[in-house]
Protein backbone atom coordinates (compact mmCIF):
# COMPACT_ATOMS: atom_id res chain seq x y z
CA UNK A 1 0.00 0.00 0.00
CA UNK A 2 2.31 3.00 -1.14
CA UNK A 3 1.25 6.64 0.68
CA UNK A 4 2.37 9.97 -0.44
CA UNK A 5 2.36 12.19 2.81
CA UNK A 6 1.23 16.17 1.94
CA UNK A 7 2.99 17.89 4.33
CA UNK A 8 6.24 16.81 7.08
CA UNK A 9 5.45 19.40 9.85
CA UNK A 10 4.20 18.94 13.34
CA UNK A 11 1.90 16.04 12.09
CA UNK A 12 3.60 15.05 9.08
CA UNK A 13 6.61 14.08 11.05
CA UNK A 14 5.30 12.31 13.73
CA UNK A 15 3.54 10.69 11.27
CA UNK A 16 6.96 9.39 9.70
CA UNK A 17 7.89 8.87 12.51
CA UNK A 18 4.58 6.57 13.69
CA UNK A 19 5.12 5.30 10.32
CA UNK A 20 8.74 3.65 10.33
CA UNK A 21 8.14 2.55 14.25
CA UNK A 22 4.92 0.62 13.93
CA UNK A 23 6.13 -0.81 10.22
CA UNK A 24 5.41 -4.21 11.03
CA UNK A 25 2.13 -3.94 13.25
CA UNK A 26 0.48 -1.74 10.85
CA UNK A 27 1.91 -4.49 8.04
CA UNK A 28 0.23 -7.28 10.24
CA UNK A 29 -2.98 -5.18 10.79
CA UNK A 30 -3.50 -4.50 7.20
CA UNK A 31 -2.44 -7.35 5.64
CA UNK A 32 0.23 -5.20 3.65
CA UNK A 33 2.78 -3.22 4.29
CA UNK A 34 3.05 0.31 4.06
CA UNK A 35 5.55 2.39 1.94
CA UNK A 36 6.15 5.93 1.71
CA UNK A 37 5.96 6.84 -2.16
CA UNK A 38 6.87 10.27 -1.53
CA UNK A 39 6.68 13.51 0.77
CA UNK A 40 5.64 16.42 -0.78
CA UNK A 41 6.39 19.98 1.43
CA UNK A 42 7.08 23.43 0.63
CA UNK A 43 10.65 24.07 1.49
CA UNK A 44 13.09 20.99 0.31
CA UNK A 45 16.08 22.42 2.68
CA UNK A 46 14.05 22.50 6.11
CA UNK A 47 15.44 21.26 8.77
CA UNK A 48 13.71 18.07 9.69
CA UNK A 49 15.85 16.53 12.55
CA UNK A 50 16.53 12.95 12.37
CA UNK A 51 13.55 12.02 10.62
CA UNK A 52 13.83 8.43 9.72
CA UNK A 53 13.49 7.91 5.56
CA UNK A 54 14.75 8.51 2.50
CA UNK A 55 15.75 12.03 1.90
CA UNK A 56 15.32 11.56 -1.92
CA UNK A 57 11.56 11.14 -0.99
CA UNK A 58 10.82 14.93 -0.84
CA UNK A 59 9.42 17.07 -3.17
CA UNK A 60 7.64 20.25 -4.20
CA UNK A 61 5.92 18.67 -6.43
CA UNK A 62 2.52 17.37 -4.56
CA UNK A 63 0.30 17.71 -7.58
CA UNK A 64 2.58 15.61 -9.75
CA UNK A 65 3.06 12.79 -6.85
CA UNK A 66 -0.48 12.63 -6.44
CA UNK A 67 -1.35 11.99 -9.97
CA UNK A 68 1.41 9.16 -9.64
CA UNK A 69 -0.07 5.42 -10.30
CA UNK A 70 1.92 3.96 -7.63
CA UNK A 71 0.18 6.13 -5.27
CA UNK A 72 -2.73 4.21 -3.21
CA UNK A 73 -3.34 6.66 -0.08
CA UNK A 74 -3.12 10.89 -0.10
CA UNK A 75 -1.94 11.77 3.62
CA UNK A 76 -2.82 15.71 3.92
CA UNK A 77 -1.43 17.20 6.70
CA UNK A 78 -0.66 20.60 5.32
CA UNK A 79 -4.04 22.58 6.23
CA UNK A 80 -5.87 25.40 4.40
CA UNK A 81 -7.79 25.59 1.83
CA UNK A 82 -5.82 26.04 -1.40
CA UNK A 83 -3.68 24.39 -2.36
CA UNK A 84 -5.07 21.92 -0.70
CA UNK A 85 -8.87 21.37 -1.65
CA UNK A 86 -7.28 20.86 -5.21
CA UNK A 87 -5.19 18.28 -4.67
CA UNK A 88 -7.87 16.16 -2.43
CA UNK A 89 -10.40 16.65 -5.32
CA UNK A 90 -7.88 15.61 -7.82
CA UNK A 91 -6.97 12.48 -5.86
CA UNK A 92 -10.84 11.59 -4.69
CA UNK A 93 -11.49 11.73 -8.21
CA UNK A 94 -8.81 9.32 -9.53
CA UNK A 95 -10.28 7.01 -7.17
CA UNK A 96 -7.18 7.31 -4.59
CA UNK A 97 -8.57 7.28 -0.46
CA UNK A 98 -7.34 10.58 1.40
CA UNK A 99 -6.64 10.84 5.19
CA UNK A 100 -6.90 14.17 6.36
CA UNK A 101 -6.72 16.55 9.15
CA UNK A 102 -7.79 19.72 7.88
CA UNK A 103 -11.15 21.23 9.66
CA UNK A 104 -10.83 24.75 7.78
CA UNK A 105 -10.85 22.78 4.80
CA UNK A 106 -13.47 20.44 5.43
CA UNK A 107 -15.51 22.97 7.30
CA UNK A 108 -15.14 25.32 4.12
CA UNK A 109 -16.17 22.93 1.65
CA UNK A 110 -16.28 19.83 2.96
CA UNK A 111 -19.17 18.57 -0.11
CA UNK A 112 -16.33 19.05 -2.30
CA UNK A 113 -14.51 16.38 -0.96
CA UNK A 114 -17.13 14.20 -0.35
CA UNK A 115 -18.57 14.35 -4.13
CA UNK A 116 -15.09 14.05 -5.53
CA UNK A 117 -15.12 10.78 -3.32
CA UNK A 118 -18.17 9.51 -4.42
CA UNK A 119 -16.94 10.17 -8.37
CA UNK A 120 -13.46 8.01 -7.61
CA UNK A 121 -14.74 5.26 -5.45
CA UNK A 122 -12.23 6.04 -2.77
CA UNK A 123 -12.33 6.58 0.90
CA UNK A 124 -12.49 10.00 2.17
CA UNK A 125 -11.67 9.65 6.28
CA UNK A 126 -10.83 12.58 8.93
CA UNK A 127 -10.38 11.35 12.20
CA UNK A 128 -7.68 13.96 13.64
CA UNK A 129 -9.96 17.36 12.00
CA UNK A 130 -11.48 17.06 15.55
CA UNK A 131 -9.87 16.79 18.82
CA UNK A 132 -6.60 15.70 17.83
CA UNK A 133 -6.35 12.32 19.11
CA UNK A 134 -9.91 11.76 20.82
CA UNK A 135 -11.43 8.72 18.44
CA UNK A 136 -14.70 10.56 17.96
CA UNK A 137 -15.60 10.75 14.56
CA UNK A 138 -15.68 7.20 14.02
CA UNK A 139 -17.79 6.75 16.84
CA UNK A 140 -20.18 9.20 15.22
CA UNK A 141 -19.98 8.11 11.69
CA UNK A 142 -20.49 4.73 12.79
CA UNK A 143 -20.87 3.25 16.36
CA UNK A 144 -23.99 5.72 16.99
CA UNK A 145 -25.44 5.08 13.79
CA UNK A 146 -28.11 3.26 15.07
CA UNK A 147 -28.86 5.97 17.84
CA UNK A 148 -30.44 9.09 17.48
CA UNK A 149 -28.26 12.09 18.72
CA UNK A 150 -29.87 15.03 20.24
CA UNK A 151 -26.64 17.13 21.49
CA UNK A 152 -23.24 17.22 21.11
CA UNK A 153 -21.47 19.34 23.81
CA UNK A 154 -17.52 20.49 23.49
CA UNK A 155 -14.49 22.01 24.19
CA UNK A 156 -12.43 21.50 21.01
CA UNK A 157 -9.90 23.84 21.35
CA UNK A 158 -6.99 23.12 23.37
CA UNK A 159 -5.44 26.91 23.28
CA UNK A 160 -8.44 28.74 24.56
CA UNK A 161 -9.04 25.83 26.77
CA UNK A 162 -5.46 26.70 28.58
CA UNK A 163 -6.43 30.26 28.81
CA UNK A 164 -9.57 30.01 30.33
CA UNK A 165 -8.23 27.45 33.07
CA UNK A 166 -4.93 29.65 34.02
CA UNK A 167 -7.32 32.80 33.83
CA UNK A 168 -9.47 30.44 36.23
CA UNK A 169 -6.54 28.58 38.33
CA UNK A 170 -4.79 32.12 39.24
CA UNK A 171 -7.19 35.32 38.49
CA UNK A 172 -5.17 36.46 35.15
CA UNK A 173 -6.16 38.63 32.84
CA UNK A 174 -6.88 37.17 28.97
CA UNK A 175 -3.39 38.78 27.64
CA UNK A 176 -1.60 37.36 30.46
CA UNK A 177 -2.97 34.17 29.92
CA UNK A 178 -2.09 34.59 25.95
CA UNK A 179 1.32 35.72 26.73
CA UNK A 180 1.81 32.15 29.00
CA UNK A 181 0.21 29.71 26.12
CA UNK A 182 2.49 31.53 23.78
CA UNK A 183 5.43 30.40 25.85
CA UNK A 184 4.49 27.36 26.81
CA UNK A 185 4.05 26.56 23.28
CA UNK A 186 0.59 26.44 23.44
CA UNK A 187 -0.60 29.06 21.09
CA UNK A 188 0.68 30.38 17.61
CA UNK A 189 2.42 33.03 17.23
CA UNK A 190 -0.68 34.11 15.52
CA UNK A 191 -3.10 32.85 17.50
CA UNK A 192 -6.16 34.78 16.36
CA UNK A 193 -7.93 31.05 14.39
CA UNK A 194 -7.71 29.49 17.96
CA UNK A 195 -8.69 32.57 19.98
CA UNK A 196 -11.44 34.10 17.91
CA UNK A 197 -13.06 30.34 17.95
CA UNK A 198 -12.24 30.12 13.98
CA UNK A 199 -10.69 26.40 14.91
CA UNK A 200 -13.49 25.97 17.17
CA UNK A 201 -16.25 27.08 14.50
CA UNK A 202 -14.78 24.73 11.96
CA UNK A 203 -14.37 21.44 14.17
CA UNK A 204 -18.39 22.17 15.45
CA UNK A 205 -19.47 21.94 11.79
CA UNK A 206 -17.42 18.77 11.70
CA UNK A 207 -19.28 17.40 14.20
CA UNK A 208 -22.62 18.62 13.38
CA UNK A 209 -22.65 17.43 10.15
CA UNK A 210 -21.79 13.89 11.47
CA UNK A 211 -24.13 13.72 14.26
CA UNK A 212 -27.00 15.28 12.74
CA UNK A 213 -26.75 13.85 9.39
CA UNK A 214 -26.65 17.46 7.67
CA UNK A 215 -24.32 19.38 5.57
CA UNK A 216 -23.18 22.14 7.93
CA UNK A 217 -20.53 24.58 6.98
CA UNK A 218 -18.40 26.82 9.15
CA UNK A 219 -20.48 29.48 7.89
CA UNK A 220 -23.30 28.33 9.06
CA UNK A 221 -21.61 28.06 12.63
CA UNK A 222 -22.51 31.16 15.32
CA UNK A 223 -19.07 32.15 16.43
CA UNK A 224 -17.58 34.38 19.28
CA UNK A 225 -14.42 33.89 20.51
CA UNK A 226 -12.68 34.42 24.15
CA UNK A 227 -10.86 37.75 23.98
CA UNK A 228 -13.74 39.94 25.49
CA UNK A 229 -13.61 37.41 28.57
CA UNK A 230 -12.35 39.21 31.85
CA UNK A 231 -10.58 38.30 34.92
CA UNK A 232 -13.95 39.79 36.63
CA UNK A 233 -16.03 37.19 34.34
CA UNK A 234 -13.92 34.35 35.88
CA UNK A 235 -14.48 35.92 38.86
CA UNK A 236 -18.24 36.09 38.72
CA UNK A 237 -18.60 32.50 37.20
CA UNK A 238 -16.51 31.16 40.22
CA UNK A 239 -19.16 32.94 42.53
CA UNK A 240 -21.85 31.18 41.32
CA UNK A 241 -20.07 27.54 41.38
CA UNK A 242 -19.28 27.99 37.92
CA UNK A 243 -16.23 27.65 35.23
CA UNK A 244 -15.91 29.29 31.81
CA UNK A 245 -15.42 27.47 28.83
CA UNK A 246 -15.59 28.10 25.08
CA UNK A 247 -18.13 25.62 23.58
CA UNK A 248 -19.05 24.28 21.01
CA UNK A 249 -22.71 23.42 21.03
CA UNK A 250 -24.47 21.38 18.48
CA UNK A 251 -28.36 20.72 18.66
CA UNK A 252 -30.83 19.20 17.64
CA UNK A 253 -34.56 21.76 17.95
CA UNK A 254 -37.58 22.63 16.28
CA UNK A 255 -38.16 25.65 15.02
CA UNK A 256 -41.47 27.63 15.35
CA UNK A 257 -43.03 26.15 12.23
CA UNK A 258 -42.76 23.12 13.61
CA UNK A 259 -39.85 21.56 11.59
CA UNK A 260 -36.60 20.01 12.97
CA UNK A 261 -33.72 22.34 13.11
CA UNK A 262 -29.95 21.95 14.60
CA UNK A 263 -28.40 25.09 15.59
CA UNK A 264 -24.48 25.36 15.59
CA UNK A 265 -22.50 27.81 17.91
CA UNK A 266 -19.07 28.52 19.51
CA UNK A 267 -19.20 30.98 22.49
CA UNK A 268 -17.65 30.86 25.89
CA UNK A 269 -20.22 29.90 28.70
CA UNK A 270 -20.37 29.53 32.09
CA UNK A 271 -20.73 26.05 33.27
CA UNK A 272 -21.26 24.79 36.56
CA UNK A 273 -17.94 23.02 38.08
CA UNK A 274 -19.96 19.45 38.79
CA UNK A 275 -20.45 19.88 34.74
CA UNK A 276 -18.50 16.95 33.22
CA UNK A 277 -16.42 19.09 30.70
CA UNK A 278 -16.20 21.68 33.98
CA UNK A 279 -13.11 19.60 35.07
CA UNK A 280 -11.33 19.51 31.73
CA UNK A 281 -8.01 21.67 31.95
CA UNK A 282 -5.24 22.72 30.22
CA UNK A 283 -4.82 21.54 26.76
CA UNK A 284 -7.35 19.06 26.94
CA UNK A 285 -10.40 18.69 24.91
CA UNK A 286 -13.43 16.34 25.52
CA UNK A 287 -16.71 16.15 24.03
CA UNK A 288 -20.27 15.39 25.23
CA UNK A 289 -22.53 13.49 23.64
CA UNK A 290 -26.29 12.92 24.55
CA UNK A 291 -28.14 10.36 22.52
CA UNK A 292 -31.76 8.98 22.87
CA UNK A 293 -30.74 5.64 23.51
CA UNK A 294 -27.19 5.71 24.46
CA UNK A 295 -27.80 8.63 27.29
CA UNK A 296 -24.56 10.86 27.65
CA UNK A 297 -21.30 10.00 26.46
CA UNK A 298 -17.95 11.73 26.93
CA UNK A 299 -14.47 11.55 24.84
CA UNK A 300 -11.81 13.22 26.58
CA UNK A 301 -7.82 12.97 25.29
CA UNK A 302 -5.24 15.34 23.87
CA UNK A 303 -7.13 17.29 21.14
CA UNK A 304 -3.69 18.80 19.33
CA UNK A 305 0.35 18.18 19.00
CA UNK A 306 2.40 16.09 16.66
CA UNK A 307 2.17 12.62 17.94
CA UNK A 308 -1.50 12.45 19.36
CA UNK A 309 -2.53 13.74 15.88
CA UNK A 310 -0.47 11.48 13.69
CA UNK A 311 -1.95 8.51 15.96
CA UNK A 312 -5.61 9.50 14.44
CA UNK A 313 -4.15 9.95 10.91
CA UNK A 314 -2.74 6.57 11.15
CA UNK A 315 -5.90 4.57 12.61
CA UNK A 316 -7.54 6.55 9.32
CA UNK A 317 -4.12 5.32 6.86
CA UNK A 318 -4.94 1.53 8.48
CA UNK A 319 -8.91 1.59 7.59
CA UNK A 320 -8.63 3.03 4.44
CA UNK A 321 -5.85 0.58 3.61
CA UNK A 322 -8.23 -2.38 4.60
CA UNK A 323 -10.63 -1.39 2.64
CA UNK A 324 -8.60 -0.48 -0.34
CA UNK A 325 -7.57 -4.09 -0.05
CA UNK A 326 -10.59 -5.77 0.62
CA UNK A 327 -12.04 -4.33 -2.67
CA UNK A 328 -14.40 -2.33 -0.55
CA UNK A 329 -15.26 1.39 0.34
CA UNK A 330 -16.41 2.75 4.04
CA UNK A 331 -20.48 3.92 4.00
CA UNK A 332 -19.98 7.78 2.02
CA UNK A 333 -21.26 11.00 3.56
CA UNK A 334 -24.59 10.71 5.43
CA UNK A 335 -26.40 14.18 4.70
CA UNK A 336 -30.26 12.87 4.49
CA UNK A 337 -31.90 14.40 7.16
CA UNK A 338 -30.93 17.88 6.01
CA UNK A 339 -31.80 19.49 8.66
CA UNK A 340 -32.43 23.57 8.51
CA UNK A 341 -30.06 25.07 10.18
CA UNK A 342 -31.04 27.66 13.18
CA UNK A 343 -29.96 31.01 13.25
CA UNK A 344 -28.54 32.16 16.56
CA UNK A 345 -31.52 34.46 17.89
CA UNK A 346 -33.23 31.62 18.02
CA UNK A 347 -31.08 29.33 19.91
CA UNK A 348 -32.59 29.03 23.16
CA UNK A 349 -29.44 30.24 26.27
CA UNK A 350 -29.92 31.17 29.02
CA UNK A 351 -28.11 34.30 30.07
CA UNK A 352 -26.12 35.91 33.40
CA UNK A 353 -26.07 39.77 33.14
CA UNK A 354 -23.90 41.94 35.58
CA UNK A 355 -24.40 45.43 35.88
CA UNK A 356 -23.64 48.35 37.54
CA UNK A 357 -26.47 50.33 38.71
CA UNK A 358 -27.78 53.38 40.81
CA UNK A 359 -28.69 52.14 44.44
CA UNK A 360 -31.79 53.96 44.77
CA UNK A 361 -35.81 53.10 45.00
CA UNK A 362 -36.98 51.40 41.82
CA UNK A 363 -33.72 50.93 40.27
CA UNK A 364 -34.63 46.97 41.12
CA UNK A 365 -38.08 47.66 39.55
CA UNK A 366 -36.82 49.27 36.24
CA UNK A 367 -34.18 46.50 35.09
CA UNK A 368 -36.85 43.74 35.76
CA UNK A 369 -39.14 45.40 33.60
CA UNK A 370 -36.81 45.79 31.05
CA UNK A 371 -36.40 41.71 31.33
CA UNK A 372 -40.20 41.36 31.20
CA UNK A 373 -40.58 43.82 28.31
CA UNK A 374 -38.78 40.91 25.99
CA UNK A 375 -40.03 38.13 27.77
CA UNK A 376 -37.28 36.81 29.96
CA UNK A 377 -37.93 35.37 32.92
CA UNK A 378 -35.48 35.94 35.75
CA UNK A 379 -34.36 32.87 37.39
CA UNK A 380 -31.94 34.28 40.15
CA UNK A 381 -31.24 38.05 41.25
CA UNK A 382 -28.43 39.10 43.80
CA UNK A 383 -27.42 42.32 44.70
CA UNK A 384 -24.57 43.89 46.44
CA UNK A 385 -24.15 47.67 47.79
CA UNK A 386 -20.41 48.88 47.36
CA UNK A 387 -18.46 46.90 49.36
CA UNK A 388 -20.76 44.15 49.74
CA UNK A 389 -20.52 40.39 48.44
CA UNK A 390 -20.99 40.43 44.86
CA UNK A 391 -17.65 42.16 44.33
CA UNK A 392 -19.68 45.76 44.48
CA UNK A 393 -18.75 48.45 42.68
CA UNK A 394 -16.98 50.44 45.31
CA UNK A 395 -18.66 53.76 44.50
CA UNK A 396 -20.82 55.25 46.99
CA UNK A 397 -24.35 55.14 45.35
CA UNK A 398 -24.01 52.40 43.80
CA UNK A 399 -24.92 48.45 43.18
CA UNK A 400 -23.65 46.01 41.63
CA UNK A 401 -26.80 43.38 40.10
CA UNK A 402 -26.13 39.72 38.92
CA UNK A 403 -28.87 38.36 37.02
CA UNK A 404 -29.30 35.22 35.71
CA UNK A 405 -32.39 34.06 33.68
CA UNK A 406 -34.09 31.09 32.64
CA UNK A 407 -33.78 29.93 28.93
CA UNK A 408 -34.91 32.33 26.36
CA UNK A 409 -34.31 33.03 22.27
CA UNK A 410 -30.83 33.90 22.22
CA UNK A 411 -32.30 37.56 20.46
CA UNK A 412 -34.52 38.18 23.43
CA UNK A 413 -31.63 38.32 25.76
CA UNK A 414 -29.77 40.42 23.17
CA UNK A 415 -31.88 42.61 22.92
CA UNK A 416 -32.77 42.96 27.13
CA UNK A 417 -29.02 43.46 27.25
CA UNK A 418 -29.00 46.24 24.51
CA UNK A 419 -32.18 48.42 26.38
CA UNK A 420 -30.39 47.74 29.76
CA UNK A 421 -27.06 49.76 28.23
CA UNK A 422 -28.74 52.61 27.13
CA UNK A 423 -30.60 53.16 30.86
CA UNK A 424 -29.08 55.81 32.57
CA UNK A 425 -29.62 54.02 35.88
CA UNK A 426 -27.47 51.58 34.82
CA UNK A 427 -23.85 52.71 34.90
CA UNK A 428 -22.76 49.96 32.86
CA UNK A 429 -23.16 46.23 31.83
CA UNK A 430 -20.00 44.78 33.07
CA UNK A 431 -20.46 41.22 32.08
CA UNK A 432 -22.64 39.46 29.94
CA UNK A 433 -22.26 35.72 29.25
CA UNK A 434 -24.37 32.62 28.46
CA UNK A 435 -25.05 30.09 30.66
CA UNK A 436 -24.72 25.75 29.93
CA UNK A 437 -25.16 22.62 31.44
CA UNK A 438 -27.72 23.35 34.51
CA UNK A 439 -25.93 25.55 36.02
P1 LIG B 1 2.77 22.65 10.00
O1 LIG B 1 2.70 24.09 9.64
O2 LIG B 1 3.66 22.24 11.11
O3 LIG B 1 3.20 21.81 8.71
C1 LIG B 1 2.67 22.09 7.44
C2 LIG B 1 3.43 21.29 6.41
O4 LIG B 1 2.86 21.55 5.14
C3 LIG B 1 4.91 21.67 6.30
O5 LIG B 1 5.69 20.51 6.14
C4 LIG B 1 4.98 22.52 5.04
O6 LIG B 1 6.19 22.42 4.33
C5 LIG B 1 3.89 21.91 4.21
N1 LIG B 1 3.35 22.85 3.23
C6 LIG B 1 2.79 24.06 3.46
N2 LIG B 1 2.41 24.62 2.30
C7 LIG B 1 2.75 23.75 1.33
C8 LIG B 1 2.64 23.75 -0.09
N3 LIG B 1 2.09 24.78 -0.71
N4 LIG B 1 3.09 22.68 -0.78
C9 LIG B 1 3.65 21.62 -0.12
N5 LIG B 1 3.78 21.56 1.21
C10 LIG B 1 3.34 22.62 1.92
O7 LIG B 1 1.26 22.17 10.25
P2 LIG B 1 0.74 21.06 11.28
O8 LIG B 1 1.51 19.82 11.06
O9 LIG B 1 0.66 21.63 12.61
O10 LIG B 1 -0.78 20.88 10.78
C11 LIG B 1 -1.09 20.16 9.60
C12 LIG B 1 -2.59 19.94 9.54
O11 LIG B 1 -3.01 19.21 10.68
C13 LIG B 1 -3.44 21.21 9.52
O12 LIG B 1 -4.57 21.00 8.73
C14 LIG B 1 -3.86 21.36 10.98
O13 LIG B 1 -5.05 22.08 11.15
C15 LIG B 1 -4.05 19.90 11.35
N6 LIG B 1 -3.96 19.63 12.77
C16 LIG B 1 -2.86 20.01 13.47
C17 LIG B 1 -2.76 19.76 14.81
C18 LIG B 1 -1.54 20.14 15.58
O14 LIG B 1 -1.53 19.93 16.80
N7 LIG B 1 -0.50 20.70 14.95
C19 LIG B 1 -3.85 19.09 15.53
C20 LIG B 1 -4.95 18.68 14.70
C21 LIG B 1 -4.99 18.96 13.37
P3 LIG B 1 7.60 22.89 4.97
O15 LIG B 1 7.88 21.89 6.06
O16 LIG B 1 8.56 22.79 3.86
O17 LIG B 1 7.36 24.27 5.48
N1 LIG C 1 -4.97 24.86 17.47
C1 LIG C 1 -5.77 23.75 17.86
C2 LIG C 1 -6.01 23.77 19.35
C3 LIG C 1 -5.11 22.43 17.53
O1 LIG C 1 -5.52 24.65 20.06
O2 LIG C 1 -6.74 22.91 19.81
C4 LIG C 1 -5.40 21.97 16.15
O3 LIG C 1 -6.74 21.65 16.00
Same mark, same amino acid.
Given at each position: ??????????????????????A???????????????????????????????????T????????????????????????????????????????? &??? !???? #?D??? *??? /?? @????? $????????????????????????????R???????????????????? &??? !???? #????? *??? /?? @????? $????????A?A??L??????????????????????????????Q????????????????????R????????P??????????????????????????????????????????????????????????????????????????????????????????????V????????????????????????G?????????D?????????????????????????????S???????????
Open positions: MRLALLGCGTVGQEVVRLLHEQSDLAARIGAPLEIAGIAVRRLGRDRGDLPVDPALFTDALGLIKRDDVDVVIEVVGGIEPARGWLVEALRAGKSVVT &ANK !ALLA #EGVA *LHE /AA @AEGGG $DLYYEASVAGAIPLLRPLRESLHGDRINVTGIVNGTTNFILSAMDATG &AGF !AEAL #EEATE *LGY /AE @ADPTA $DVEGFDAAKAIASLAFHTRVGAADVHREGITEVTAADVASAAMGCTIKLLCIAARGVDPAGETVSVRVHAMIPRSHPLASVSDAFNAVFVEADAAGQLMFYGRGAGGAPTASAVLGDVVAVARNRLAGVRAASESAYADLAVRPMGEALTRYHVSLDVADRPGLAAVAGVFARHDVSIATVRQGSAGSTGATGRAGAELVIVTHVAPDAALAATVGELRGLDIVRVTSVLRVEGGA
